[in-house]
């Protein structure tokens, strides 16, 4: 009942939600510049009469909408940036729409609208009669910067019950396993600039101190737990080599499966620091740009989303000659397949795209990945899933994965809205099924013991040296008719 209202509802706006999520395709926006993206999907639910809060937690393209009233509460979040040098156009080959330009590489135009046609589904359950409060979480910056960590920080979600968000991928599955923590810096050197032949003793370099530093890096490696993992890159290693380099930049990245390891490494790589300007005679500044904690499963809402995606069984993506040349394009996806069940490997070996639900293949793993999606889960429980956006094996970040998400990949995002909606459904309609998911959340620690891994006063345009945007969707001028008002003339 729950999820035929559902299905009917997001099939009803079928061609309204593909519309939006390839019009943002089309408008790519990197981290913390999201506008056009974030006043979409604003006007959208506005339209819908969802009250929305713009601008939440200090960042212009965060935003809030919220329907309904009372408990219980459940939520869903909507990703929508681009990444950089991604562009690409609707094509089997490597076809760049503007060459080094911006492109939806890992889906999140998808991602956004997705989260919203699951959104508006549970509100039109809401206007049937079912009680509580639909409340959609509009999340920047998860590619750089950690957008969300502010918004769990500023207590976004500290009135929500439970909520259900997803991914896109390429197989349809509930996600029930966690990730690593993660901590990102920037390490800055200043030295003194001299003539690299004729005065070198004038000189100090900023250079060596990074080389000196990463070296120290690398040592550490070693003597670090197993799933630590390290990396770095040097984005200003001076300009020319006959001049001692005064200023050298390198970023680096700590990733553990618990934020105590992130924070006890980052000690050591602190001091690390400080030693390798010591030995170069340089300055060091150091810069938290962003941290994450790891996702805290929940196995009670993977289970519900699974059962969902049961019920509603498998899709099909609408242009199969597409999809075919795309997956032909990715070669050899055996590594890939790995990530399967052995029992569905030959299954999905054979197909442009694998749309049949299967259980979640990482259950009790912790990913070799971070997502801001980390602090979310520490604070309400949080159900994840993985939806077959992409022909099989396509990585994320990859072109295939930005031609995909312009063309064959609605089909999975309305599969993904239909899930989340149902489940969300579900949530808002059994009681006995939120207690249980609230209940593993509070067993496998509670809400208290979270700390932002930000300090208080980081602002991240600041620190990823940003400029804020003007951003005011909802001032009445330029809003697009977005197609997404009550299904019924009330
Ligand atoms: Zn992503």
């Not at 060459?99 to 046609?117: E, I, K, R, T």
């Not at 070996?349 to 801001?372: L, N, Q, W």
């Not at 999606?373 to 295939?400: I, Y």
Request: net charge negative.
């Amino acid at each position: 009942m729950v999820l035929d209202t559902v299905v009917e509802s997001i099939e009803s706006r079928r061609s309204h939600l593909t519309d939006l999520a390839l019009d943002i395709w089309e408008h790519p926006q990197t981290a913390f510049e999201e506008t056009h993206a974030a006043g979409r999907l604003v006007t959208a639910l506005d339209e819908r009469g969802f009250e929305v809060d713009v601008g939440v937690a200090g960042i212009e393209t965060a935003f809030v909408a919220r329907y309904g009233d009372g408990d219980p509460v459940v939520g869903t979040m909507g990703e929508f940036d681009a990444l950089p040098g991604l562009s690409q156009r609707v094509s089997a080959t490597r076809e760049p729409v503007e060459p080094g330009g911006n492109g939806h590489g890992c889906g999140h135009n998808l991602f956004g609208v997705g989260s919203l046609g699951a959104a508006v589904a549970v509100a039109d359950l809401i206007d049937e009669g079912v009680d509580g409060t639909v409340v959609y979480v509009g999340t920047p910056a998860e590619e750089n910067g950690a957008g969300k960590t502010y918004l769990t920080r500023a207590g976004v979600f500290d009135d929500v019950d439970a909520v259900v968000s997803w991914h896109p991928g390429w197989f349809n599955a509930p996600t029930k396993g966690s990730c690593l923590a993660v901590d990102a810096f920037e390490v800055t050197m200043r030295g003194t600039s001299s003539h690299a032949a004729a005065a070198p003793e004038a000189g100090r370099s900023a250079l060596d101190g990074i080389q000196l530093l990463n070296t120290g890096v690398e040592y550490m490696r070693e003597h670090v737990p197993d799933p630590v993992r390290l990396h770095y890159v040097v984005t200003n290693g001076g300009d020319a080599p006959n001049v001692v380099p005064p200023d050298a930049t390198a970023e680096y990245l700590i990733r553990a499966p618990s934020r105590d390891l992130v924070e006890s490494v980052t000690d050591r790589f602190r001091r690390a620091v400080d030693g390798a300007g010591l030995m170069a005679d340089v300055g060091v500044e150091i810069t938290q740009t962003s941290g994450a904690y790891g996702v805290r499963p929940n196995e009670t809402l993977g289970d519900a989303v699974y059962e969902t995606m049961t019920e509603i069984g498998s899709f099909s993506v609408a242009d199969e000659a597409l999809a075919a040349e795309l997956r032909d394009s990715l070669g050899d996806v055996s590594d890939a397949l790995e990530d399967l069940p052995p029992e569905v490997r030959d299954r999905a070996a054979d197909r442009p795209y694998f749309t049949d639900p299967i259980e979640a293949p990482d259950a009790g793993e912790v990913g070799a990945y971070s997502t801001d999606s980390g602090d979310v889960s520490q604070v309400v429980p949080l159900g994840r899933l993985r939806t077959a956006t992409w022909p099989v094996g396509t990585p994320p970040h990859s072109w295939q994965a930005a031609a995909a998400s312009g063309s064959t990949g609605v089909d999975g995002m309305l599969y993904a809205a239909k899930t989340i909606g149902g489940t969300l459904g579900r949530l808002l309609t059994d009681p006995e099924l939120l207690a249980d998911a609230v209940d593993e959340f509070e067993r496998r620690g509670g809400a208290e013991a979270y700390a932002p891994p930000m300090p208080d006063d980081a602002d991240p345009y600041e620190l990823l040296g940003i400029e804020r945007p003007t951003f005011d969707p909802l001032d009445g001028s330029g809003a697009d008719a977005s197609g997404m008002e009550a299904a019924d003339d009330d």
